[in-house]
């Protein structure tokens, strides 16, 4: 079963919508270099865009990984994963970023699902999450694999 959107992307609906969309990163977005920073003063080490293996299915890229701990962590963009405080949703287009959004939300929870599966503990956080605070969390997580 292809889980990939069935249809084409429409065109933008503006030149400044096609400059925004292009605009956004992969990978060392601010919020994963602000979580970054967090760890790193904490003295932790880690392994950045890594490429999991889940259980079934294509490789997973975790921004943050402790692959020793088997501890993967991600920053969900609140657009791109559908954040239900933050996200929004275009007027140009909505369908097609409707299914979009929809289907991101879908593969999170089959990565995180495959993940779990192959014994990794699976964190995400919202790009609004407080990077102290969530540093915080990974902090407690990898205290917990070590027990």
């Known amino acids: 079963m292809n889980r990939r959107l069935t249809q084409r992307p429409p065109s933008a609906s503006s030149a400044a919508a ?9 990978r060392d977005s601010g919020p994963e270099l602000a979580l970054r ?18 259980t079934s299915g294509r490789a997973v890229r975790a921004d943050v990984a402790f692959p020793r701990q088997r501890l ?8 791109w994963h559908g954040c239900p405080e933050h996200g929004t949703m275009p007027r140009a287009n909505r369908r097609y970023w409707q299914a979009k959004i ?3 939300r879908a593969r999170d929870a089959r990565n995180t699902s495959g993940l779990e599966g192959a014994g990794w503990t699976v964190l995400r956080f919202w790009e ?4 102290e605070e969530s540093a915080d969390r990974v902090r407690a997580a990898l205290s917990a694999t070590r027990s």
């Open 72 to 79: 993967a962590v991600f920053v969900d963009g609140c657009f």
């Open 18 to 26: 096609s400059t925004r969309m292009r605009a956004n990163r992969r």
């Open 102 to 104: 929809a289907e991101n």
């Open 128 to 131: 609004h999450s407080d990077p």
């Open 37 to 54: 920073r967090a760890l790193h003063s904490r003295g932790l080490r880690f392994r950045v865009d890594l490429a999991l293996r889940p």
